[in-house]
């Protein structure tokens, strides 16, 4: 079983302040994906990285699969309220197989 | 991008009754859906794997006898927990995947529904 490591769990930072979440395994995955989720609702993809070394920006956002596709990370810059939410990374260990999600980061963005 | 919708969004329940989810796959046709369980503040866990014209595959430990998965068509799968008791209490999420998206692994999520059992 294919296992994902995400840090930190939790992170409680000013607006305006930079952050990182980290996603690390052992395996190496066909691909990553990164979603958001907020209280009561279904997790929203923000994006798939498929490529090692892939860097994504969505925004504020900036993705990074490692070049041996075994970790990623979400970098965000100037961090706002509305970026507060459970970030959630899933690995694919082959192309249409199952997700194998972290434990989550939950960032708490405070005004 | 692909929309998947879940129903009910919120039930409560007597102990010792059952309950169906229902999960739609609205704008393409889904062959394979996901059903995950999540506890507050935490991670999503998988409970099964629903294959459009074929039996669940489930996850080690999830009784099968007790969630019952139907996936009758290309666009609806069910969830029925059967004999619900207040420790099957929950968040019930489903995903599909769209196999003529972009990218065969990605999934997209329904709203999850919200199982209360008193």
């Known amino acids: 079983t294919q296992l994902l490591e995400q840090s930190p769990q939790f992170l409680s930072i000013q607006e305006g302040e930079n952050l990182t979440v980290y996603c690390n395994s052992s395996?190496?995955?066909?691909?990553l994906q990164w979603y958001r989720q907020e209280p009561g609702e279904g997790p929203v993809l923000l994006v798939t990285?498929?490529?090692?070394?892939e860097v994504k920006k969505l925004k504020r956002l900036t993705f990074q699969f490692g070049d041996a596709r075994k970790d990623s990370s979400l970098h965000i810059t100037a961090a706002q309220p509305g970026d507060t939410g459970l970030y959630l990374c899933a690995g694919a260990e082959t192309s249409g197989s199952r997700l194998t999600f972290g434990e989550g980061t939950q960032l708490t963005v405070n005004p | 991008g692909a929309v998947v919708s879940q129903h009910p969004s919120r039930v409560i329940c007597k102990s010792g009754t059952s309950v169906k989810i229902e999960c739609r796959s609205l704008?393409?046709?889904?062959?394979?859906m996901f059903w995950y369980r999540q506890f507050p503040k935490q991670s999503l866990m998988l409970m099964a794997t629903?294959?459009?014209?074929?039996?669940?595959?489930?996850e080690q430990g999830v009784e099968k006898d007790k969630f019952l998965i139907n996936h009758a068509s290309l666009t609806l799968s069910t969830l029925t927990v059967t004999s619900a008791h207040p420790e099957d209490s929950s968040f019930y999420i489903c995903s599909a995947r769209d196999p003529g998206g972009g990218l065969a692994y990605e999934q997209y999520f329904g709203p999850g529904t919200r199982l209360t059992v008193t």
């Open positions: 395996s190496v995955f066909s691909s």
């Open positions: 629903s294959n459009e014209g074929s039996k669940a595959t489930y």
């Open positions: 990285v498929v490529t090692g070394g």
């Open positions: 704008d393409f046709q889904a062959t394979t």
